[in-house]
């Protein structure tokens, strides 16, 4: 169970990237087909006017457990530049804080977004096309706040005991040959350039 726990976002965002891409190609070939003489007659029966709204909805939903994916492996911006500057004893507690802060900053947002949800599924408010109730779209915000807070708090006991941040570990290009202006008078050209994952 806790080894599916760890991967949660990463088959979420997998499975509405895959269902997202299979939704946009099936109505692309609907509509264009449909302006077919010989298919207008087979196709005019389905609607899929809806499908742009889902794969919205989709890809919000992508975004909210993508962020807590990014705090699990460490890719989301940080500026550290000044607490790379301190002392090791002194970093820690910085990093801590800031932690701390994201785990109280993603909670709060989390029951925000609970008593929205709450609220509006007290209402008769549904979506467009879908009409499906609101309150399942902006289901995403508690559901995607809370798993990023626990997220936050994960890392920052990690980084309590070990001492050690999550890291995405940039790669090397080799396809790409950067010389920056100067490099080759130096005799030390740099091949590749650093991207993250």
Known sequence: MAKFFDHLEEWLISLLMAAATLLI????????????PAFFPYLSRFDTSWA???????????????????????????????VHKLEPRRQKPIVLFGL???????????TLGAHMVWKISHTQQTSPDLEVPMWL?????????????????????SYARTGKLPRHEPIPIEELDVHPAGSEATGHPIVGREFSR
């Open 25 to 36: 190609f099936t109505a692309v070939v609907h509509r264009y087909a449909s302006g077919v």
């Open 52 to 82: 742009q709204e889902l794969c919205i909805y989709m890809f919000v939903w992508m975004a909210k457990f993508g962020a807590a994916y990014g705090v699990r492996t460490g890719v989301h911006v940080g500026v550290d530049l000044l």
């Open 100 to 110: 701390a802060c994201g785990v109280f900053f993603t909670a709060l947002i989390g």
């Open 137 to 157: 779209v902006y289901l995403c915000i508690p559901l995607g706040s809370y798993l990023m807070s626990f997220r936050f708090l994960q890392v920052m006991v």
